[in-house]
């Protein structure tokens, strides 16, 4: 079960790897960029939310 969850891990940040460098290719911005606004975008979601 931990290897199986691990592995679900790995694919989902893959994943999101991809999508953040597809984003920062469109835009033309770093990718670290595209990673910090993902990261405050989220912490208001989750502020709205609590």
């Excluded at 940040?13 to 460098?21: A, F, R, Y």
């Excluded at 990261?39 to 502020?47: G, P, R, Y």
């Amino acid at each position: 079960m931990d290897e199986e969850l691990k592995k679900k891990i790995d694919e989902l940040g893959s994943k999101i790897d991809d999508k953040v460098e597809e984003t920062s290719s469109t835009y033309d911005v770093p990718k670290w960029v595209v990673w910090i606004g993902g990261a405050i975008a989220v912490s208001v979601i989750i502020k709205i939310l609590l």
